[in-house]
């Protein structure tokens, strides 16, 4: 028993891709602070780490 082929996928017309590429502000705002918010997230990580690393390194030198 064999499968038919699968049909070629359809490819769009350019007419169809008009608004696909427009960036809105809306858009651009989002990705602003999405990755603002990336950005201030690793931040706090990397404090926290270097604050859990000065506190271990304290304690490790007063014992």
């Not at 082929?5 to 809105?24: H, I, K, R």
């Not at 809306?26 to 506190?55: P, Y």
């Amino acid at each position: 028993m064999t499968t038919p082929p699968q049909e070629a996928l359809p490819t769009p017309s350019p007419a169809d891709l008009d608004g696909a590429a427009v960036v809105t502000v809306q858009d651009f705002v989002l990705s602003i602070l999405l990755w603002t918010g990336v950005l201030v997230a690793l931040a706090g990580l990397v404090v926290a780490g270097g604050w859990w690393l000065v506190r271990r390194h304290r304690s490790t030198q007063d014992a």
